[in-house]
Every structure is written in C-alpha cells, then in structure tokens.
C-alpha cells in the first residue's frame, strides 16, 4: 500500500434525521479514540483546523472556549459576500470529558436550539451523535431551509482528516 492512502482518512457514513418537528440528530462513527474526537471538539487549536466546512467559503476569524459547566463559547466567522462577521455563541450545559457536550445556541436569540453530542467509544472508533433541540417546527425549518445544517458530512470529513494528523 502506498503512503497516500495509508494517511488518507476513512469515509465513514454520515446520517441525518429529523426525529421529530424540532429534532435533527446527525451521526457518524469518527476513526479515533474518544479522548481525541473529545479533544478536537473542545480545543480552539483543533477546533478552527474542522469546524467549518471548506465548501462553505467561511473561514475562522476567532474562537474562544470555556468548556466547563456555564462555560461560555464565541466562534466568528468571514465570509466574502457578508459585509459583517458572523458570530455564534453560547453556554455550555453540560460537559462530561470523552462522553458528552451540550450548549445553547443564542445566536438566535430564543430561536436558538440546544445541541448536545455524545461520544461513544468501540475498538478504537467513536460513535458520535449529534442531537439538535429547537425551540419550535418552524425554527428547525428555517434552519433547514436555510442551508446552516447541510455542512455536517464535510465537517465530519474534515474532523477525520484532523484525526489522522492527530493520530501520528
């Protein structure tokens, strides 16, 4: 086997579901221990090499982390056809090391969902969900019409390349 493809990450599936009115759960299993996918989750150093998906045209412009229980978090993005950065912040709720996150989302004021994600690990690969709570149907469906849930399979693509630099 060639060097390439022995770094070259292994596409895990990515799924998608709205369980519910005010429910979207994404999963996808992460090829990395807990400790790192945990790690490239709550880490800004790691955090700003995945977050955004590349197809999006963003780029990081900061992101601050307090991952603690009333912790707060601030990302701000670029991009070049807004005339402003945008801003995503909120408070961490719950924050269990290797196993869970949850936060609010008040960019949107009280349209904001509660996210949390869980990190399960299974001979050396790691389950993670990624459960969004809306306030109301039609905040979820303005989230989906608007385009902000459909980056989560090049994140999650992005995520594992990280894992592979983070694995050597």
């Known amino acids: 086997m060639d060097a390439r ?4 990450p292994v596409k895990n599936p990515t799924t998608t579901e709205r369980r519910s009115d005010r429910e979207l759960v994404v999963t996808r299993t992460a090829n990395g221990p807990a400790r790192l996918v ?5 880490k800004p150093e790691l955090l700003l090499r995945w977050w ?5 045209g963003v780029s990081f412009i900061s992101c601050e982390v307090d991952v603690r229980v009333g912790g707060r978090y601030r990302f701000v993005f670029a991009h070049p056809s807004a ?20 936060w609010t989302n008040e960019e949107a004021g009280e349209g904001g969902q509660i996210t949390t ?3 399960e690990e299974r001979d050396g690969q790691t389950k993670v969900v990624v459960h969004d709570l809306y306030p109301s149907k039609e905040a979820l ?3 989906i019409a608007s385009g902000s849930t459909s980056g989560m399979c090049e994140t999650f693509d992005q995520l594992e390349v990280l894992l592979v630099e983070l694995s050597r």
């Open 52 to 56: 955004a998906p590349k197809s999006f």
């Open 38 to 42: 945990f790690d490239a989750w709550t």
């Open 141 to 143: 469906d303005a989230a």
């Open 5 to 8: 493809r022995e770094s070259e």
């Open 117 to 119: 994600v869980t990190f």
């Open 83 to 102: 005339p402003e950065p945008m801003a995503f912040f909120g408070t961490y709720l719950e924050v269990v090391p290797h196993a869970r996150l949850s």
